[in-house]
């Protein structure tokens, strides 16, 4: 006969982590992407990522990459780099019947 044993949930958890936001990043990605109208315009789209991205991370610093993706650091010092695709996202066109 097999012994099986409970474990409550508490001793699952660990209570430092749970405590923690982001799961102890203090930087925060946009709920939403940006979708891109302009490809060509990467100027303007940056602009409006990181305007997106001051939202959730005030008074924070945005620097992008060649890539597309930004580093921020915000005011306590916190640094974090958020993938271009965790950012924007390409308008989607309708399909031709």
């Not at 409970?6 to 958890?13: A, C, F, G, N, R």
């Amino acid at each position: 006969m097999e012994k099986t044993a409970t474990i409550p949930v508490e001793d699952l958890l660990n209570p430092a982590a749970k405590d923690k936001a982001n799961a102890g990043n203090k930087v925060n990605t946009p709920a939403t992407k940006v979708v891109v109208t302009s490809p060509d315009n990467k100027k303007l789209m940056k602009k409006k990522i990181k305007a997106e991205i001051l939202k959730v991370n005030p008074d924070a610093t945005v620097v992008f990459d060649t890539a597309g993706n930004a580093t921020v650091t915000t005011k306590d010092g916190d640094v974090a780099t958020i993938p271009a695709s965790d950012l924007a996202k390409r308008r989607s066109r309708p399909r031709k019947s």
